[in-house]
């Protein structure tokens, strides 16, 4: 059973910037991808970003390229990173770190094994 934290959230300006971070804990493997997906209200959860277990690999959903970086650590446990810049309110939303064992990167929610609680992020025009 592996455990996702993630960091607190905000409230950011436009054009602003916003670093998250989800350190994982439990398992017995932690060679698991890892991602981002944000869920505004009304809408379905979106990818935003995925990493591969050793890090070498990153994939972004198109709303966010050029604009966030996922990076993780694997140093002592796993801590994965999204940085946030040029940050736009389309951007807000609860923001979710994701793990998963049985595929590779993917875009796809059901793909992910375990979620996190979810951290707000608010934009302000």
């Known amino acids: 059973q592996v455990q996702l934290v993630e960091s607190e959230g905000g409230l950011v300006q436009a054009g602003g910037s916003l670093r998250l971070s989800c350190a994982a804990s439990g398992g017995t493997d932690s060679r698991y991808v890892m991602g981002w997906f944000r869920q505004a209200p009304g809408k379905e959860r979106e990818f935003v970003a995925g990493?591969?277990?050793?890090?070498?690999?990153?994939?972004y959903g198109d709303s966010v390229k050029g604009r966030f970086t996922i990076s993780r650590d694997n140093a002592k446990s796993t801590v994965v990173y999204l940085q946030m810049i040029d940050l736009k309110p389309e951007d807000t939303a609860v923001y979710f770190c994701?793990?998963?064992?049985?595929?590779?990167?993917?875009?796809?929610?059901?793909?992910?094994?375990?979620w996190g609680q979810g951290t707000q992020v608010t934009v302000s025009s």
């Open positions: 994701a793990a998963g064992y049985r595929w590779g990167l993917s875009p796809i929610p059901d793909r992910y094994d375990y």
């Open positions: 990493i591969s277990w050793g890090g070498g690999t990153t994939y």
